[in-house]
């Protein structure tokens, strides 16, 4: 497995991947209303094109299994905003490979900690957990037209 700097010609892919992704993660904690409101707030190609610095693409065998995106948010602190799979994918250590590349990628930035929001119905939690993550507080964030994401902030200390 590599996890490379994505680049905007793996957009298309970025977005195919998030739809084969929020489906079976998300289908029992939200709508299908919301997740159709959710996946073009999040993934439209204006909105990516913006972001691509902070995307990078998991490969397997020249393939694109998974995505991430992460950044620096102050001089001790990271952020991982996304961190998916295809669902074929799951369990066999890519989940692993990236938080292990963005550990690394963090402590070569000098940072002390990682960060991210995680739904507190979503089985990730028990990855991330697993992982050595805890969870720093809870945050429930308004995203418009009725929907609030009901998050764990969780951290990882490096």
Request: aromatic share 10%; net charge negative; with cysteine.
């Given at each position: 497995?590599?996890?490379?700097?994505?680049?905007?010609?793996?957009?298309?892919?970025?977005?195919?991947?998030?739809?084969?992704?929020?489906?079976?993660?998300?289908?029992?904690?939200?709508?299908?209303?919301?997740?159709?409101?959710?996946?073009?707030?999040?993934?439209?190609?204006?909105?990516?094109?913006?972001?691509?610095?902070?995307?990078?693409?998991?490969?397997?065998?020249?393939?694109?299994?998974?995505?991430?995106?992460?950044?620096?948010?102050?001089?001790?602190?990271?952020?991982?905003?996304k961190l998916?799979?295809?669902?074929?994918?799951?369990?066999?250590?890519?989940?692993?490979?990236?938080?292990?590349?963005?550990?690394?990628?963090?402590?070569?930035?000098?940072?002390?900690?990682?960060?991210?929001?995680?739904?507190?119905?979503?089985?990730?939690?028990?990855?991330?957990?697993?992982?050595?993550?805890?969870?720093?507080?809870?945050?429930?964030?308004?995203?418009?037209?009725?929907?609030?994401m009901d998050?764990?902030?969780?951290?990882?200390?490096?």
């Amino acid at each position: 497995m590599i996890l490379r700097k994505a680049r905007l010609e793996d957009i298309p892919t970025i977005q195919e991947i998030a739809e084969e992704a929020w489906r079976p993660t998300y289908g029992l904690i939200l709508t299908e209303e919301q997740t159709m409101y959710m996946i073009p707030m999040m993934y439209n190609t204006e909105l990516i094109s913006e972001q691509i610095d902070l995307f990078s693409m998991l490969e397997m065998d020249g393939h694109a299994i998974g995505y991430c995106a992460f950044e620096k948010t102050s001089e001790t602190d990271g952020k991982l905003h996304k961190l998916y799979l295809r669902p074929s994918i799951k369990q066999k250590g890519a989940g692993s490979f990236i938080i292990e590349q963005i550990s690394n990628q963090a402590r070569l930035l000098g940072l002390t900690s990682i960060y991210l929001n995680v739904n507190k119905l979503n089985s990730a939690v028990t990855f991330y957990l697993k992982k050595g993550f805890i969870v720093d507080r809870e945050m429930i964030l308004d995203i418009g037209n009725g929907y609030v994401m009901d998050d764990f902030v969780m951290r990882l200390f490096l």
